[in-house]
């Protein structure tokens, strides 16, 4: 008989082999190392060479293991400072008006909203109606301008009887034709100014008639509210649009 032979299992090995299949980091590999020498037949020693390539496999985890957590930190750092720039770059366009893409706007005791339209062509009628979320229409405007061009329409969120609407969400449908009577396609839009910015862990927004909205909502910039006010009664404001106002 030979004496030496140990029946009994190391604890680390049997901690590594309850772990989970993707916990095998560099510590769970170098216990797996340690327990197989532990518990190697005397009579049969571990290769050389095979000894040889875990080590060289255990050198390669670590390169890899420290390769991966220096690239983690400098994603994280380059996420950090995109981050940064771009809150100091729309923090700059405060007091710009923007135009914010979609059709419905929420109610939640706001002055006014802005709809902005545009006539890609001169048009034999145009009117803007604004339904309720029950599709019950509240509020029209017709006799509008039909010439090509930008218009901006304000909305006091008053429906046709002048009585304030109930907070909720209103969608606006804009209907136009040309001049052989039919259907024109009318892009809409809101317009208004960058009130301020705010910063969230969800991310940044922009407070533009005292409703938040995602950057990626404005799909265009206009300019300086201060240097657009349209001045009351010329044809074509500043910026472009034509009053309906």
Same mark, same amino acid.
């Given at each position: 008989?030979?004496?030496?032979?140990?029946?009994?299992?190391?604890?680390?090995?049997?901690?590594?082999?309850? @772990?989970?299949?993707?916990?095998?980091?560099?510590?769970?590999?170098?216990?797996?190392?340690?327990?197989?020498?532990?518990?190697?037949?005397?009579?049969?020693?571990?290769?050389?060479?095979?000894?040889?390539?875990?080590?060289?496999?255990?050198?390669?985890? @670590?390169?890899?293991?420290? *390769?991966?957590?220096?690239?983690?930190?400098?994603?994280?750092?380059?996420?950090?400072?995109?981050?940064?720039?771009?809150?100091?770059?729309?923090?700059?366009?405060?007091?710009? @008006?923007?135009? *914010?893409?979609?059709?419905?706007?929420?109610?939640?005791?706001?002055?006014?909203?802005?709809?902005?339209?545009?006539?890609?062509?001169?048009?034999?009628?145009?009117?803007?109606?604004?339904?309720?979320?029950?599709?019950?229409?509240?509020?029209?405007?017709?006799?509008?301008?039909?010439?090509?061009?930008?218009?901006?329409?304000?909305?006091?969120?008053?429906?046709?009887?002048?009585?304030?609407?109930?907070?909720?969400?209103?969608?606006?449908?804009?209907?136009?034709?040309?001049?052989?009577?039919?259907?024109?396609?009318?892009?809409?839009?809101?317009?208004?100014?960058?009130?301020?910015?705010?910063?969230?862990?969800?991310?940044?927004?922009?407070?533009?008639?005292?409703?938040?909205?995602?950057?990626?909502?404005?799909?265009?910039?206009?300019?300086?509210?201060?240097?657009?006010?349209?001045?009351?009664?010329?044809?074509?404001?500043?910026?472009?649009?034509?009053?309906?106002?």
């Amino acid at each position: 008989m030979v004496d030496g032979i140990s029946s009994t299992t190391d604890n680390s090995a049997v901690q590594f082999a309850t @772990e989970r299949n993707d916990a095998l980091d560099k510590d769970a590999f170098l216990r797996l190392m340690l327990a197989q020498l532990q518990n190697q037949d005397p009579l049969e020693p571990l290769d050389g060479t095979d000894y040889s390539a875990q080590l060289a496999q255990f050198s390669s985890l @670590e390169q890899m293991t420290n *390769i991966n957590n220096t690239l983690n930190m400098s994603l994280d750092a380059n996420y950090l400072l995109t981050q940064s720039i771009n809150n100091s770059m729309t923090a700059a366009l405060i007091g710009n @008006e923007v135009k *914010i893409a979609g059709n419905t706007v929420p109610y939640e005791g706001q002055d006014k909203v802005t709809i902005g339209y545009d006539l890609i062509a001169n048009s034999h009628d145009v009117s803007v109606k604004i339904y309720d979320s029950n599709g019950r229409l509240v509020k029209t405007f017709d006799d509008l301008d039909t010439s090509m061009g930008e218009y901006k329409l304000s909305w006091d969120f008053t429906d046709n009887n002048g009585k304030t609407v109930s907070p909720g969400n209103y969608k606006v449908e804009i209907e136009a034709t040309n001049n052989n009577l039919t259907e024109m396609k009318v892009p809409q839009y809101f317009v208004g100014p960058i009130n301020a910015v705010r910063y969230s862990a969800e991310g940044t927004t922009l407070v533009v008639n005292g409703l938040e909205y995602d950057i990626s909502e404005v799909f265009e910039v206009l300019g300086s509210t201060n240097s657009m006010a349209s001045a009351e009664g010329d044809e074509t404001a500043p910026n472009g649009f034509k009053d309906e106002n």
